[in-house]
């Protein structure tokens, strides 16, 4: 890692694009005496033409730590090469990101372009009723006749984005069928004498010697951990899926379309977490265990495994990033098995990131979808997305991108701000021009292969949210802070509750507080929905 190297890519895809011409890069695009896109903004750019965007920093260091004067070189060369003067303010992540959001609603400090999960995520509940939120299809139609075709038909099929038929919301796209994967300390099982765990047996005996070897070599046997667990359950959970269920799927029982949480299986599940945390293979304060220090905590050689994505592969493995661990290596693989041979990760999904919506106070809607279609149609968008700055991140030697992951400009998470936190149009890091610039591409390729190869289906991919589940957020089904499914896993696996009673009781609860309608209401959507 402390060899400089560049990585010579050639852009004959690139420049054989066509330059679509964009609402945000023609003469369709311009403010009365204001540039069209692609042009720099001149000093008193018009109200029409300034966007404010409101979004997550995603966990990624440099958004969420740099300077704003370090942040602003990027923000203007996205307004040079767009032609939009643009102001961006990034809240928290995952949780930090729910409550900041659910207070920016509720006192109506809104941007003109909001990220957030879907259209009815509880943060916002009601807002598309409430007439909160544009509906956006006209203005797709009229402004950005590309958009729609840029992003994959699979997302715009997604209650997440469209309501009775309605579109509310602009999908970012993951880019990839699936990305969830295992990252393991490969030098740890190499010390061990190991090979990576195929059944959750196997596993044990990894999480047993990880236990009785101090692995990360420095004095103390007991700070290591088997695996990673957090307050960011649906981020760690790795093994429910070894047992036929995850958390937040749906699938069709006896003729009803029931979800995974309240199957026998998913009791299985709980008890095989709680029989890793009362072998110590688990912190004993896991629920206290913030998601944002979980990478820190893995570089001090603290977990030899956890759920990861991978396109967080080639910044997870770098040596200098762990302390005092010169030997440390990383492998990508699969769930182990469980009983019955399944080892699911990641469920079937709409391939969507996030969702932009525009709220209904914003005065300049239209430029909005205009610049968003840019991000997607224009050559230049695309290199600014993939390497960043031309002459700062990247040169172009002979018509070939010269990108040099150890340059100084490349340092502190640069290149992850622009292709994840300040990417409009995707999550940059699976992008195809992302993956081929990487040393290690076909690892990551064959961990994509491996992602998808162990997605688990659902049933329930385009439920829309169920009347049931109004003004009940503990009913929801996968692992959200206070739901009763979360509370359920975390006093089981933590002791605080018996296994049996503890599980049963908690199926009983969800169904009688609504879930048993909730039940009802969606088979009878399912059956709906794929009648011939």
Not at 250 to 273: C, N, S, V
Not at 328 to 333: E, P, Q, S
Not at 404 to 431: I, K
Request: charged share 25%; proline share 5%.
């Amino acid at each position: 890692m402390g060899r400089r190297s560049k990585y010579m890519l050639v852009t004959g895809l690139l420049s054989a694009m066509t330059v679509v011409a964009a609402c945000g890069g023609g003469s369709n695009g311009q403010a009365e005496g204001n540039t069209q896109a692609g042009k720099e903004v001149p000093e008193g750019t018009s109200e029409k033409r300034e966007i404010s965007i409101l979004l997550s920093h995603n966990n990624y260091q440099f958004a969420s730590r740099a300077p704003e004067s370090e942040k602003e070189l990027y923000y203007k060369e996205l307004e040079r090469l767009s032609g939009y003067k643009l102001s961006f303010e990034f809240l928290g992540h995952a949780d930090d990101y729910r409550q900041q959001l659910a207070l920016r609603f509720a006192s109506g400090e809104l941007a003109d372009l909001v990220r957030t999960a879907s259209i009815d995520w509880d943060v916002h509940a009601g807002a598309v009723d409430q007439g909160v939120f544009l509906e956006l299809g006209p203005l797709i139609d009229q402004y950005a006749p590309n958009l729609k075709k840029s992003i994959p038909e699979v997302a715009w099929n997604s209650p997440k984005v469209s309501k009775n038929g309605k579109i509310y919301g602009i999908p970012l796209s993951i880019g990839v069928p699936a990305d969830r994967i295992i990252m393991y300390r490969q030098d740890w099982l190499d010390k061990l004498n190991m090979e990576v765990p195929e059944t959750l047996e196997d596993f044990l005996k990894f999480a047993e010697a990880v236990k009785q070897n101090d692995m990360n070599g420095d004095g103390d046997p007991n700070n290591e951990y088997a695996v990673s667990l957090t307050d960011n359950l649906a981020w760690n959970d790795v093994f429910s899926g070894s047992f036929g269920v995850r958390p937040g799927a749906w699938h069709m029982r006896d003729g009803r379309l029931e979800p995974d949480i309240i199957q026998p299986e998913m009791k299985e599940a709980i008890a095989f977490y709680k029989q890793m945390y009362d072998a110590g293979y688990i912190h004993k304060d896991f629920i206290t265990k913030k998601q944002a220090d979980r990478t820190g905590d893995a570089y001090k050689g603290l977990y030899g495994t956890w759920g990861a994505a991978v396109y967080q592969y080639p910044g997870n493995s770098k040596k200098e990033n762990y302390i005092d661990q010169p030997d440390a290596k990383l492998t990508m693989a699969a769930p182990p098995k469980g009983p019955r041979g399944e080892n699911y990760l990641q469920l079937e999904n709409d391939q969507i990131f996030f969702v932009f919506v525009i709220p209904s106070t914003t005065k300049n809607p239209e430029e909005v979808i205009k610049f968003l279609e840019w991000t997607y149609t224009d050559p230049e968008a695309d290199k600014f997305f993939t390497y960043g700055i031309k002459d700062h991140n990247y040169t172009e030697v002979d018509g070939k991108i010269v990108l040099d992951p150890e340059a100084e400009a490349n340092q502190g998470g640069t290149l992850g701000f622009v292709r994840v936190s300040l990417n409009m149009r995707e999550l940059g890091e699976n992008s195809e021009s992302v993956i081929a610039m990487q040393p290690d591409s076909d690892v990551l390729m064959a961990g994509y292969k491996l992602s998808e190869e162990t997605t688990i289906t659902n049933d329930a991919l385009y439920l829309s949210k169920l009347d049931a589940f109004d003004g009940r957020p503990e009913l929801s089904v996968g692992f959200s802070p206070g739901n009763l499914f979360y509370d359920t896993f975390v006093k089981i696996v933590m002791g605080r509750e018996p296994l049996d009673s503890g599980f049963d009781n908690f199926v009983k609860e969800w169904k009688s507080r609504g879930g048993e309608a909730a039940i009802q209401e969606a088979t009878e959507w399912y059956n709906e929905f794929h009648k011939k």
